[in-house]
């Protein structure tokens, strides 16, 4: 590490600290006010006396506001279970809008300046620590990979890895103990929406803002490569437009939030009622929204996807997977490359599918004719589980906290239905193979090293069998890697792929060598 990268690193860190300091920051004091504004009127008769003790005292922090505060919520409703007048039970959550309604002091009077001092000044830090890349000679460079603690699930890798979990268990679960971090967004938010920023604002910005800083290090770091150019620059324009700046901008028109580039089945509630409600009582735009939306899993899935393969999705358009070749790119090599990891993935992200399709089944059975029960079965305790178990902890808890744990395509490998679906159309009617030159392979490995989606191959190169899988993204690492030019991304009739090579092939004169065993009589 050079003197500008520790200048860098040493940056980010105290915007780091910063950040985390501002935690706890802030007063926060509830009134009789910021009851009436963020309560609903029968849930105020039935709080308000409840709350009278914490009213108009101050906390110095939102911890011992939201003890006291969930403390008497449950109170309340314990005493409603106990006489057995459960449809008095308090089910909605007040603790993030009256935390945050409660707030005043420094956080939120200087939350501009906080937010330089924290959030921009990690930013600052980390360009600068990117851009010393810049002083080495373009091409891969391994920078041993697996002996560094950040990139070998190492100390540092497991501190990365733990903060990022308990980042999504709170942003999911306890939102209300990161409002002054929604505070430190808010001018933005007003910006783009015209309204404060609550958990998702917050999650959007940062996941934004990660896309944008880490695509600059893979701008930098395969600056040799022109495809590889070409494709991060992609998937940061979609995350910052059709996923950020266009959806705040539909929700200051007072319209749905839409993001366009997003479909079903990874966007699960699309067939939701809610969702549903609301595209249909938004005019032409919403209606235009609930065609596009049924269109582009309908029909852009299998025209693009035989066209260009999985890649013009997921490895050019697709938010979770611009995160995973940006953010995540330094653990791309973690990805288990066993055939014990391959099998369990098929069962798992074809179940996920199975599962998505059968809840949207229900979901619009419930829809079109009220009933919510098909037999004994809800179709709202299905979706609670798929939104629960897969749509917040898969998705969200697992699939980006553990990338310094088990690779940056966790989600996409294992869970998300969307990358099934398209990876159907891409193994068995699709244009797109990557076609190998098993002459010029010298079994270096780093394609297989640093395939993120578990793919070994080598194996298909050292064979000169084309990589037709499921799985492959078509990220275009393994070509990018490969010192000899042995792979490369191409599109061609589907008929043509090289599916089968029983034989290994080795020199450039490919002299073939069976894989049968000789027997004893065959010497003779």
């Keep these: 590490m050079n003197k500008i990268q520790r200048i860098g690193l040493g940056l980010f860190i105290i915007g780091f600290l910063v950040w985390i300091a501002t935690l706890t920051m802030g007063k926060f004091t509830l009134t009789d006010q910021v009851l009436k504004d963020n309560l609903k009127p029968e849930h105020y008769e039935q709080l308000h006396s409840s709350l009278a003790p914490m009213l108009n005292k101050t906390y ?120 002054n971090w929604t505070l430190l967004v808010d001018p933005l938010s007003r910006v783009l929406s015209g309204t404060p920023a609550g958990q998702w604002f917050l999650y959007g910005t940062l996941y934004t803002l990660a896309i944008l800083v880490m695509g600059v290090r893979m701008l930098i770091k395969y600056r040799h490569n022109r495809y590889q150019q070409v494709r991060t620059v992609s998937v ?32 699960y509630d699309f067939f939701f009622e809610w969702h549903l409600d609301s595209l249909t ?29 999985k890649r013009w999705y997921c490895s050019w358009v697709c938010g979770c997977g611009g995160l995973a070749e940006t953010l995540g790119d330094p653990y791309r090599q973690l990805s288990d490359k066993s055939l014990k990891a391959w099998k369990v993935e098929r069962y798992m ?24 029960n098909i037999g004994p079965i809800s179709s709202y305790s299905v979706r ?27 989600w996409c490998r294992y869970g998300c239905p969307l990358a099934a679906y398209i990876g159907i159309v891409q193994r068995f009617k699709s244009r797109f193979r990557i076609t190998t030159n098993g002459g010029q392979c010298i079994s270096c490995g780093n394609c297989s090293t640093y395939c993120e989606m578990g793919i070994d191959v080598r194996w298909y190169a050292q064979r000169g069998q084309d990589v037709v899988r499921a799985s492959c993204v078509g990220c275009g690492i393994c070509s990018a890697v490969c010192p000899r030019g042995v792979l490369n991304l191409e599109n061609a009739e589907p008929g043509s792929r090289v599916m089968i090579a029983p034989e290994v092939l080795m020199g450039n004169d490919m002299p073939v060598i069976k894989t049968q065993a000789r027997t004893t009589g065959s010497q003779n």
Excluded at 128 to 141: D, F, S, T, V
Aim: charged share 10%; glycine share 10%.
């Design 281 to 309: 009582s938004s005019g032409q735009l919403g209606l235009f929204m609930l065609v596009w939306g049924i269109a582009l899993f309908t029909i852009g899935v299998p025209l693009f996807t035989y066209l260009y393969g």
């Design 384 to 410: 609670s589980i798929y939104g629960f178990w897969i749509g917040a902890l898969f998705s969200g808890v697992v699939g980006v906290g553990f990338y310094p744990l088990m690779g940056n395509r966790v």
């Design 236 to 267: 940061m324009f979609f995350q910052l437009s059709f996923a950020f700046i266009i959806a705040e901008i539909l929700i200051s028109l007072s319209l749905p939030y839409y993001d366009f580039k997003n479909m079903w089945p990874l966007d």
């Design 60 to 179: 110095d922090t939102p911890f011992g506001f939201n003890k006291d505060l969930s403390h008497t919520i449950e109170q309340v409703n314990e005493g409603y279970k106990v006489q057995n007048q459960m449809d008095k039970v308090i089910n909605d959550s007040y603790a993030f809008a009256l935390t945050k309604a409660a707030s005043h002091g420094y956080i939120r009077d200087s939350n501009l300046l906080l937010f330089w001092a924290s959030i921009g000044l990690s930013i600052v830090g980390a360009l600068i620590y990117i851009l010393a890349g810049l002083r080495k000679l373009p091409g891969n460079k391994n920078d041993n990979i697996y002996h560094n603690p950040a990139t070998s699930r190492g100390w540092v890798g497991i501190i990365i890895g733990t903060f990022l979990i308990l980042f999504y268990i709170v942003i999911y679960f306890f939102p209300q103990y990161i409002v």
């Design 349 to 372: 992200v074809y179940g996920v599918l199975v599962f998505v399709v059968v809840m949207t089944a229900m979901v619009l059975y419930t829809y079109f004719t009220g009933q919510s």
